[in-house]
């Protein structure tokens, strides 16, 4: 077999930042809080670089630019956007006297101001991972505005290690920016290219000069189906690498493009001038034309991304060498490396030693994925010193299907029992008149999305309970006692809808895994979702049922304490399954069915529970939508039917809302109708209620709430600004159809900033509803 001396045989795309411990996520918190210094953020910031770089380097990746420099204190878009200067002019006062920004501005754009919405915030590619949005205008300026790429290569490199420094290429950077508000509307930030070019190819001879060998440039853009023509793909993919490659004493570049296949660009990424090239061939297929292949990369190494970087599931070690045997066959000089980056899946599957150990032999998290890449790296080199490790993957995985629980005969036969009727409802105008006359709600009614905060005291108390230090009367006491005050809080504040803010859930997915057959959860497994926010995905293995009430306890007692309605809050299948790691061996329709059955049945315990309105949450609608178009009727008509599966044994009289967020609305608003919810609840205030446009051009004739109040950020938003929303809203929707709400739940703020923006938010419904009436 052919290996590489060129690039590094064995690498990966990305590793966890946030630390093994979340030591960055606490430390970032901490410095917003005023708890520590800039310095004590940098310190610990570079202790956790610093357990990165050894951490991998004892795992194996110990060869030179094996070990990519993918830190960041939030977000990789927005360090790349930091690294060019783009910053919007809305924020142009962030940049200091040398034309640098600080820290705190970059806080700054992630977080916003009192007098500054932050970036806006949407899903990365198909992923449960959201990046923030940078804003492009005709005239925005282009410079080297930060330095920390070099700092951190040069940390490293002072440590011992000499990393790969990472950046999100420039198509894929253009292509996941949005035309500034104050640009022409026919302004593509694509046009920009040839301006950010230069600026990258300064930093690109910085970190030459620095020491840098190899530099990541990653292109995950190029294989999605997006709205430009194939023709102006190519034309920019050859524009940018010419450029950069003629760039005068700069490091080799690895052009990487995870996430899928390349499809029609393929030719043309391979025959970019860079040095490597990686292809994700985990999730994409080993190219057709070996031969066309080999003669466009003459002179570079392909990267194979062949274990998988989104998943948490062992690999398939066999298949991968097969692969590696067809591109090796071809004369084809190879490295290995993952599909997509690790920062996707938790640390390390050995810490969690409270699983099944037959359970945890099926795993393979980010560490777990570094010895996949070395055996495969070494099966390249020496095929027989691989193939005890690829017997025992493939021993393992065939032993799945045996093990009770991966498949109930009970389970399978409901599902197979299924019928049309089991997927509709009554007709909406009978709903909607039903609804009506049994709930009398005003114009405008008012609601929030579910949560609300969880305090010190909540998260202690779950805590002591899980350590048995609080029984489960003591328990469910403080539990009671925090929705009696949120009941209360509502009422003060005159919402028309309550919910009873979740005080007992630790998470909306995890909370439902929990009392869930088919699940396992972690103790460590946390990812990062966004910023400083971080989530432990459950672990969905076998087939899914219920087998008692999970909410209905709680909604009940709730209500109990009210007279206005209260909302019965689950969360929905699609969404359960985008914030869980997925069983692998069925299709992920029939997985979403069996949810959709178990939330079934906790309806109809609502409903008889006296619960009026019930909201089933599928914030994650968009995440698992396919990247190529041709795969995304397929996947709308599952993950509709899974939500009607589970919400269409409601009676008529029965309001059910949903609730959907960070999306392209526009690409999915055929599937939100479809979902046939009663009434649906939608991200808006960051775009600036952009979502209006959609739903105004779709004719969406249910109910809908467009968020008025940005949940992701500190800052309050003034009465006036949630007026101008609303009306905004109004001037697109009718206003029979509108609700109001946040944009999201309230669970990670604090109750100060809460009170006042929620005070504001019925203050602003009362000023616009008195105009309408």
């Given at each position: 077999?052919?290996?590489?001396?060129?690039?590094?045989?064995?690498?990966?795309?990305?590793?966890?930042?946030?630390?093994?411990?979340?030591?960055?996520?606490?430390?970032?918190?901490?410095?917003?809080?005023?708890?520590?210094?800039?310095?004590?953020?940098?310190?610990?910031?570079?202790?956790?670089?610093?357990?990165?770089?050894?951490?991998?380097?004892?795992?194996?990746?110990?060869?030179?630019?094996?070990?990519?420099?993918?830190?960041?204190?939030?977000?990789?878009?927005?360090?790349?956007?930091?690294?060019?200067?783009?910053?919007?002019?809305?924020?142009?006062?962030?940049?200091?006297?040398?034309?640098?920004?600080?820290?705190?501005?970059?806080?700054?754009?992630?977080?916003?101001?009192?007098?500054?919405?932050?970036?806006?915030?949407?899903?990365?590619?198909?992923?449960?991972?959201?990046?923030?949005?940078?804003?492009?205008?005709?005239?925005?300026?282009?410079?080297?505005?930060?330095?920390?790429?070099?700092?951190?290569?040069?940390?490293?490199?002072?440590?011992?290690?000499?990393?790969?420094?990472?950046?999100?290429?420039?198509?894929?950077?253009?292509?996941?920016?949005?035309?500034?508000?104050?640009?022409?509307?026919?302004?593509?930030?694509?046009?920009?290219?040839?301006?950010?070019?230069?600026?990258?190819?300064?930093?690109?001879?910085?970190?030459?000069?620095?020491?840098?060998?190899?530099?990541?440039?990653?292109?995950?853009?190029?294989?999605?189906?997006?709205?430009?023509?194939?023709?102006?793909?190519?034309?920019?993919?050859?524009?940018?690498?010419?450029?950069?490659?003629?760039?005068?004493?700069?490091?080799?570049?690895?052009?990487?493009?995870?996430?899928?296949?390349?499809?029609?660009?393929?030719?043309?990424?391979?025959?970019?001038?860079?040095?490597?090239?990686?292809?994700?061939?985990?999730?994409?297929?080993?190219?057709?034309?070996?031969?066309?292949?080999?003669?466009?990369?003459?002179?570079?190494?392909?990267?194979?991304?062949?274990?998988?970087?989104?998943?948490?599931?062992?690999?398939?070690?066999?298949?991968?060498?097969?692969?590696?045997?067809?591109?090796?066959?071809?004369?084809?000089?190879?490295?290995?490396?993952?599909?997509?980056?690790?920062?996707?899946?938790?640390?390390?599957?050995?810490?969690e030693i409270q699983l099944n150990e037959q359970l945890r032999s099926w795993l393979a998290f980010a560490d777990q994925k570094v010895g996949e890449v070395i055996t495969l790296a070494g099966y390249l080199a020496d095929a027989a010193s691989a193939q005890q490790a690829i017997s025992d993957a493939s021993l393992i995985i065939a032993g799945r299907s045996q093990t009770p629980g991966v498949q109930r005969s009970e389970v399978r036969q409901r599902l197979a029992a299924l019928s049309a009727a089991d997927f509709s409802r009554d007709d909406y105008a009978n709903r909607a008149k039903?609804?009506?006359?049994?709930?009398?709600?005003?114009?405008?009614?008012?609601?929030?999305?579910?949560?609300?905060?969880?305090?010190?005291?909540?998260?202690?108390?779950?805590?002591?309970?899980?350590?048995?230090?609080?029984?489960?009367?003591?328990?469910?006491?403080?539990?009671?006692?925090?929705?009696?005050?949120?009941?209360?809080?509502?009422?003060?504040?005159?919402?028309?809808?309550?919910?009873?803010?979740?005080?007992?859930?630790?998470?909306?997915?995890?909370?439902?895994?929990?009392?869930?057959?088919?699940?396992?959860?972690?103790?460590?497994?946390?990812?990062?979702?966004?910023?400083?926010?971080?989530?432990?995905?459950?672990?969905?293995?076998?087939?899914?049922?219920?087998?008692?009430?999970?909410?209905?306890?709680?909604?009940?007692?709730?209500?109990?304490?009210?007279?206005?309605?209260?909302?019965?809050?689950?969360?929905?299948?699609?969404?359960?399954?985008?914030?869980?790691?997925?069983?692998?061996?069925?299709?992920?329709?029939?997985?979403?069915?069996?949810?959709?059955?178990?939330?079934?049945?906790?309806?109809?315990?609502?409903?008889?529970?006296?619960?009026?309105?019930?909201?089933?949450?599928?914030?994650?609608?968009?995440?698992?939508?396919?990247?190529?178009?041709?795969?995304?009727?397929?996947?709308?008509?599952?993950?509709?039917?899974?939500?009607?599966?589970?919400?269409?044994?409601?009676?008529?009289?029965?309001?059910?809302?949903?609730?959907?967020?960070?999306?392209?609305?526009?690409?999915?608003?055929?599937?939100?109708?479809?979902?046939?919810?009663?009434?649906?609840?939608?991200?808006?205030?960051?775009?600036?209620?952009?979502?209006?446009?959609?739903?105004?051009?779709?004719?969406?004739?249910?109910?809908?709430?467009?968020?008025?109040?940005?949940?992701?950020?500190?800052?309050?938003?003034?009465?006036?600004?949630?007026?101008?929303?609303?009306?905004?809203?109004?001037?697109?929707?009718?206003?029979?159809?509108?609700?109001?709400?946040?944009?999201?739940?309230?669970?990670?703020?604090?109750?100060?900033?809460?009170?006042?923006?929620?005070?504001?938010?019925?203050?602003?419904?009362?000023?616009?509803?008195?105009?309408?009436?």
């Open positions: 077999m052919t290996a590489t001396t060129n690039f590094p045989t064995a690498s990966i795309l990305g590793y966890p930042r946030i630390g093994r411990r979340r030591e960055l996520k606490k430390a970032v918190e901490a410095y917003w809080a005023g708890k520590i210094s800039l310095g004590e953020l940098d310190t610990a910031a570079k202790e956790v670089q610093l357990t990165t770089l050894n951490r991998l380097r004892d795992l194996g990746l110990d060869q030179p630019d094996a070990i990519p420099g993918t830190f960041s204190y939030y977000d990789q878009v927005l360090d790349t956007a930091a690294h060019l200067g783009a910053i919007p002019a809305r924020f142009g006062e962030l940049l200091d006297h040398n034309g640098a920004l600080g820290l705190d501005g970059y806080f700054t754009l992630a977080r916003g101001n009192a007098e500054q919405q932050p970036l806006e915030m949407t899903k990365w590619f198909d992923s449960n991972y959201h990046y923030l949005v940078p804003e492009i205008a005709p005239d925005t300026h282009f410079s080297v505005t930060s330095n920390r790429l070099i700092e951190d290569f040069e940390f490293a490199l002072a440590n011992g290690v000499r990393t790969r420094p990472y950046l999100v290429g420039p198509v894929t950077f253009l292509l996941l920016s949005k035309a500034a508000d104050n640009a022409p509307a026919d302004f593509s930030p694509l046009a920009k290219l040839d301006e950010i070019l230069p600026i990258y190819a300064e930093l690109l001879q910085r970190l030459a000069r620095a020491g840098a060998e190899w530099v990541q440039l990653d292109e995950p853009a190029l294989v999605v189906d997006g709205e430009l023509p194939v023709e102006q793909l190519q034309a920019a993919v050859t524009t940018a690498y010419q450029q950069l490659a003629a760039a005068p004493a700069r490091p080799k570049l690895l052009l990487s493009t995870p996430y899928g296949s390349l499809d029609a660009l393929l030719e043309t990424v391979a025959a970019a001038p860079v040095e490597a090239l990686h292809l994700d061939l985990f999730k994409g297929k080993v190219p057709a034309d070996l031969p066309g292949l080999k003669n466009a990369l003459a002179g570079k190494t392909l990267v194979a991304g062949l274990v998988d970087g989104h998943n948490i599931w062992r690999n398939d070690l066999a298949a991968a060498a097969a692969k590696l045997d067809t591109l090796s066959s071809a004369g084809i000089n190879l490295a290995v490396s993952t599909s997509t980056s690790t920062f996707h899946v938790p640390h390390d599957a050995a810490e039903a609804q009506q006359e049994q709930l009398q709600l005003p114009l405008l009614p008012t609601t929030t999305i579910g949560s609300f905060p969880q305090t010190g005291e909540i998260r202690s108390a779950r805590a002591r309970a899980n350590r048995g230090e609080l029984d489960d009367a003591q328990y469910q006491q403080l539990m009671r006692e925090e929705i009696r005050r949120v009941v209360e809080l509502q009422e003060g504040l005159g919402f028309d809808v309550l919910v009873h803010g979740e005080p007992e859930r630790n998470d909306m997915v995890q909370y439902f895994a929990e009392n869930l057959e088919g699940f396992d959860v972690t103790v460590h497994g946390w990812v990062q979702s966004y910023g400083s926010r971080c989530t432990r995905p459950s672990i969905l293995w076998g087939d899914v049922t219920r087998s008692q009430p999970i909410t209905v306890e709680w909604a009940a007692f709730a209500q109990s304490l009210t007279e206005k309605p209260m909302k019965g809050m689950l969360t929905g299948p699609v969404t359960i399954l985008a914030w869980s790691f997925v069983r692998d061996d069925q299709p992920l329709k029939d997985t979403a069915n069996q949810v959709a059955l178990a939330l079934r049945d906790e309806i109809a315990d609502l409903e008889a529970a006296g619960i009026k309105i019930i909201q089933v949450d599928e914030p994650a609608l968009r995440e698992l939508l396919p990247l190529r178009k041709a795969d995304q009727p397929e996947y709308l008509d599952w993950s509709v039917q899974a939500f009607r599966l589970a919400t269409s044994g409601a009676t008529t009289s029965t309001q059910v809302h949903t609730h959907l967020c960070y999306s392209e609305f526009g690409v999915v608003i055929d599937a939100i109708d479809g979902l046939d919810a009663d009434v649906t609840s939608i991200e808006a205030a960051r775009s600036r209620m952009e979502v209006v446009n959609d739903l105004q051009s779709h004719g969406f004739g249910r109910g809908v709430g467009p968020g008025v109040y940005d949940i992701h950020s500190p800052r309050v938003p003034g009465e006036a600004e949630v007026s101008e929303l609303l009306r905004t809203a109004v001037d697109h929707v009718p206003a029979r159809q509108l609700w109001v709400n946040p944009d999201c739940g309230l669970k990670t703020r604090g109750y100060i900033e809460t009170e006042e923006s929620l005070r504001n938010l019925v203050a602003a419904t009362k000023e616009v509803r008195a105009q309408l009436v």
